[in-house]
């Protein structure tokens, strides 16, 4: 592939609700443009876009793809993101690094959940886009239907540029609204009489739109003076990039119709990296905010935006050069990590074809191989002139299950699996819960987790199941008590003795565990007081209750007795456990439960719901705010009622909805609850 200034690139992220075609509209776009000699399908697992196991298995994208088409003198970088919400992470990615968006629709299905969140993302970053209208060919297929479902969804700035003829079996072309011409399998044609006023409704919305991104233009208009095709066709690209004017085409993937017409559009409206607004990089050693704009002369700055594990080349680095060149076989410096990664060969991606190129101008996208120390988010520069590049905001995850392995022994192979795959996706959390002993990973949803443990079992050779996870309870006391611990053994020549008095009483929240000493005049000698804390600390670890650590205690050791000859460290170990043990008992044991604190987002109709929802998870609503047309609720909530909730939010809301949590502290679990809890852990116990 040739070299292109950057005045000549695109870089374009497909967009859309799963299912919608975004893949198969890659695959019809590389094919048009000649870049490969195949069509491939998503179906029988011959496409360049989706060539991950998972994805060839599940027949649904995971990844954010990458591949490059020339197409009229032009190189189009397509960036194909996955569509269900659990990969959430690889669309924000691929919007990241992206100039502009193709937002795909379904003809059949329309304005879908899916549709509505990649809008607000390509708003986040203020992004130009073109909306494609797919799957005209597909039975209940109706365009103006869904022109008027984007309209009243997302504004008027939506304007359709195509007209499609016929719908599903018998949809065969559409109208080019700008040229006033007919496409029919590929032909040039005559408009049909029966679209001709539609044609001419939508030159005019176009025609006006255009007008009204530039003041003589508008002046003209008013006036009632005709705008030449050129003037129109300059406002039309003006208006597109300044997000003034968002293009409707039409077509099918599948039937190969309108993907040569997107590919111009994509030349001729949406914008090169030269036309964006300059990125803003920070020097670290200044702490100074700097321009960016995409020149090849400007100070390096490149910023990776996905991790990939290649099974031939190992660690695969995939970045945009903002600033700059890269060149194979050099050296950069990692400002994120500050220290220096040696640059071997440069690649272009085509799904998980690497092509070698000797440079990476400002602008284009690539990869390399085998760096040591550099991850997602990291930026790439030049040590002489450190820069930090903003990277994605990855959203965190929110549903945690508990993994084991199904063979005894595999556990390090686990958290090696997983550590590696952490690289790939900064969507995972892996943890290990100290209080349950548990291995925790976390993701977006249950199909994200699905993939992962997958992956797992396929890379690394690990069986391994998921479970939900233990809830890290606590125990406490209420009250204060006075009690005895005396260990007493003789068998024969040196004996056992430890004999002890303790104080047990509660602290606040937080308190943790306070050991007192108020021994006077020896009644248990120096040496053997570690030994009693010894005691106490490794019976609150082990629980008295059901088993959880105790916690916010206070043990004063005011008397007790030895003897001269059997006592030692060991008996009174013994002795001060035997005393907590039973002192805990006596003293009004409670079970603690974590609390969290949740934030939710939803559309205002599915506020009661929420609120419901909430309530039955033993929830405390603390307030909700109006913001933007949807509420924000805040409660506190028992985490053991929180594992499962992004299913269950997903499920209430139809997707729409988004939530947040962290722990804030811990609550007495309720006493009917408490008894089952504990009734169960001694079951376990006795197992």
């Not at 559409?174 to 009489?193: F, H, L, Q, R």
């Not at 508990?402 to 995972?428: C, M, Q, W």
């Amino acid at each position: 592939m040739k070299s292109y200034t950057v005045d000549k690139i695109r870089n374009i992220v497909l967009v859309g609700h799963g299912g919608c075609g975004k893949t198969m509209l890659a695959e019809a776009m590389l094919y048009d443009a000649k870049a490969v000699d195949r069509f491939g399908q998503v179906d029988d697992g011959t496409s360049v876009m989706d060539h991950d196991p998972e994805e060839v298995k599940r027949k649904i994208s995971i990844n954010t793809s990458l591949a490059p088409v020339e197409f009229a003198n032009h190189k189009i970088n397509l960036l194909d993101t996955p569509g269900f919400f659990d990969f959430v992470g690889e669309v924000k990615a691929g919007v990241r690094v992206a100039d502009a968006g193709i937002v795909v629709v379904c003809a059949a299905s329309g304005v879908e959940v899916g549709t509505e969140k990649v809008w607000s993302y390509l708003e986040e970053r203020d992004l130009p886009r073109i909306v494609f209208v797919n799957k005209m060919d597909r039975e209940n297929a109706n365009f103006h239907q869904v022109y008027q479902a984007l309209k009243d969804k997302f504004g008027s700035r939506l304007i359709p540029i195509e007209i499609p003829i016929g719908a599903a079996e018998s949809f065969k072309g559409y109208v080019d609204v700008i040229t006033g011409k007919a496409y029919i399998n590929g032909k040039e044609e005559e408009v049909p009489a029966d679209l001709k006023d539609q044609v001419e409704e939508y030159y005019h919305l176009l025609l006006e739109a255009a007008a009204e991104t530039d003041d003589d233009l508008l002046t003209k208009y008013l006036e009632g003076e005709e705008l030449t095709k050129e003037e129109v066709l300059n406002g039309f690209r003006k208006g597109t990039m300044a997000r003034q004017i968002i293009p409707v085409m039409c077509g099918s993937a599948l039937k190969n119709i309108g993907i040569e017409d997107l590919l111009k559009k994509i030349v001729e409206v949406l914008p090169s990296p030269a036309d964006t607004v300059p990125e803003i990089a920070v020097n670290p050693q200044a702490n100074e905010e700097k321009e960016l704009k995409a020149d090849t002369n400007g100070p390096v700055a490149a910023l990776v935006f996905k991790t990939m594990a290649d099974p031939f080349v190992g660690k695969l680095t995939l970045f945009r050069v903002y600033s700059g060149k890269v060149s194979s076989d050099s050296s950069l410096w990692n400002a994120s990590r500050n220290q220096e990664e040696r640059i071997g060969q440069l690649f272009l991606i085509k799904g998980k074809t690497q092509i070698p190129v000797p440079v990476l101008e400002a602008g284009d996208l690539g990869a390399v191989a085998k760096l040591q120390v550099t991850s997602t988010n990291d930026t790439l520069c030049v040590k002489g002139t450190p820069l930090l590049l903003t990277g994605t905001e990855f959203p965190k995850p929110k549903l945690t299950m508990a993994v084991a392995a199904k063979t005894k022994g595999d556990e390090d192979k686990i958290s090696s699996g997983l550590n590696r795959l952490l690289d790939e996706d900064p969507t995972i959390k892996v943890e290990k819960d100290t209080t349950t002993k548990e291995q925790l990973l976390s993701g977006i949803g249950d199909l994200h987790l699905e993939v992962i443990i997958s992956k797992l079992q396929k890379k690394f050779g690990v069986q391994v199941e998921l479970k939900d996870p233990k809830v890290p309870y606590k125990e406490t006391i209420k009250g204060t008590v006075k009690v005895e611990g005396k260990h007493k053994k003789q068998s024969g020549g040196r004996g056992q003795y430890g004999h002890v008095w303790l104080e047990l009483e509660p602290l606040p929240q937080g308190g943790g565990f306070e050991f007192v000493d108020k021994i006077f005049g020896g009644a248990v000698p120096r040496q053997f007081i570690p030994a009693v804390e010894k005691g106490i600390r490794e019976t609150m670890e082990e629980g008295v209750l059901a088993g959880y650590p105790v916690v916010d205690v206070r043990a004063t050791l005011y008397d007790g007795s030895y003897h001269s000859v059997d006592s030692s460290e060991m008996a009174f170990k013994i002795a001060a456990s035997m005393a907590f043990k039973k002192g805990f008992m006596d003293a009004k044991p409670i079970l603690l439960e974590p609390i969290v604190n949740v934030t939710v987002t939803v559309p205002e109709e599915y506020m009661g719901d929420i609120i419901g929802d909430l309530n039955k998870k033993r929830g405390r609503i603390l307030g909700m705010d109006p913001n933007h047309g949807f509420q924000v609720i805040r409660a506190q909530v028992p985490l053991s009622e929180m594992f499962k909730y992004a299913i269950d939010l997903r499920s209430i809301t139809q997707g729409r909805g988004e939530f947040e949590m962290e722990f804030d502290h811990y609550e007495e679990v309720p006493a009917n609850l408490a008894e089952t809890i504990i009734a169960a852990a001694k079951a376990n116990q006795s197992e």
